[in-house]
């Protein structure tokens, strides 16, 4: 759904701020799923992976939009 969406989108302002909102909605729901499961206080180190993985492709998906667009 992710890349589906990007397609649509003609500068990489408007990437980046539907990223920042994916990344928003998914450290979200995912500190409520650990809320949930009661896993001893680990939500924060998984919000931070997840944010970590979401800054990588990010920056994959920039690079590319760049590379694409300059051809």
Known sequence: ML???IVHI???EGVECML???IHD???LT????KLKNDGGNEID???EIFQKY???EATIVAEFNNNKYR
């Open 3 to 5: 890349v589906r969406r």
């Open 10 to 12: 003609n500068s990489i």
């Open 20 to 22: 920042k909102q994916d």
């Open 26 to 28: 998914l450290v979200m």
């Open 31 to 34: 500190l409520n799923k650990c």
């Open 46 to 48: 998984l919000a931070r």
């Open 55 to 57: 800054v990588e492709i």
